[in-house]
């Protein structure tokens, strides 16, 4: 089993380049692909990136593609989302998640979720 709490969330000006961070406890960490996901108001969650166990392979949303990164530090049990060149529309809860599949964009695919971080961006 994993906890996660995912941190760096706020409030962005447009334009921003936020990094948001998430924090899995117990040993186990580096054995779970991670992925992040994203919830507007009144919108079904979607997968913004994965990553897998290693960190070699990563996996993103096509629409997000050049505009965030998704990294990982097992050593700090700890997996990363920068995030540039914000935009309002990216304003979301994100979440982060892990898995034993692999880091694909079903939500389905993965066992535990964090509480999630607010994003919001400012026009």
């Known amino acids: 089993q994993v906890q996660l709490v995912e941190s760096g969330g706020g409030l962005v000006q447009a334009g921003g380049s936020p990094r948001l961070s998430c924090v899995g406890s117990?040993?186990?960490?580096?054995?779970?692909?991670i992925g992040w996901f994203r919830q507007a108001p009144g919108k079904e969650r979607d997968f913004v990136a994965g990553i897998s166990m290693s960190g070699e392979g990563t996996n993103y949303a096509d629409s997000l593609k050049g505009r965030f990164t998704i990294s990982r530090d097992n050593a700090k049990n700890t997996v990363y989302l920068q995030m540039n060149s914000l935009k309002p529309e990216d304003t979301a809860v994100y979440y982060c998640?892990?898995?034993?599949?692999?880091?694909?964009?079903?939500?389905?695919?993965?066992?535990?979720w964090g509480q999630g971080t607010q994003v919001t961006v400012s026009s």
């Open positions: 117990g040993r186990s960490f580096s054995t779970y692909h």
């Open positions: 998640a892990a898995g034993r599949y692999s880091p694909s964009g079903r939500p389905s695919d993965y066992d535990y």
